[in-house]
């Protein structure tokens, strides 16, 4: 069983930037790969970003590419959303999610979902 506990959301102005974090309760953290996750208001769950088991590869939404950084330290169970440049279609409740396998952008492919966090990007 792995637990998933998101944080850092928050009110930011267009331009600005936030960092997620998403905290692992689990001793084989590195057998995971992470990914992330959003959630707007009457539409449905889309992909973010992933990250590899080792933190090698990293993959994104064309909407994010270049503004949206995600990391891992397997030191600290911890996955991590660094936000740039956020835009008001940014905001959503974001969710970290675990996967041992599968597609990467694809809701079905990951195991273990966090709570989520709101981002709200004003304008």
């Known amino acids: 069983q792995v637990q998933l506990v998101e944080s850092g959301g928050g009110l930011v102005q267009a331009g600005g930037s936030l960092r997620l974090s998403c905290a692992a309760s689990?001793?084989?953290?590195?057998?995971?790969?992470m990914g992330w996750f959003r959630q707007a208001p009457g539409k449905e769950r889309e992909f973010v970003a992933h990250?590899?088991?080792?933190?090698?590869?990293?993959y994104y939404a064309d909407s994010v590419k270049g503004r949206f950084t995600i990391s891992r330290n397997n030191a600290k169970n911890t996955v991590y959303l660094q936000m740039n440049s956020l835009k008001p279609e940014d905001t959503a409740v974001y969710y970290c999610?675990?996967?041992?396998?599968?597609?990467?952008?694809?809701?079905?492919?990951?195991?273990?979902w966090g709570q989520g966090t709101q981002v709200t990007v004003s304008s």
């Open positions: 999610a675990a996967t041992a396998g599968g597609t990467y952008v694809t809701v079905s492919s990951y195991d273990y």
């Open positions: 689990v001793r084989t953290f590195s057998s995971y790969a």
């Open positions: 990250i590899s088991w080792s933190g090698s590869r990293t």
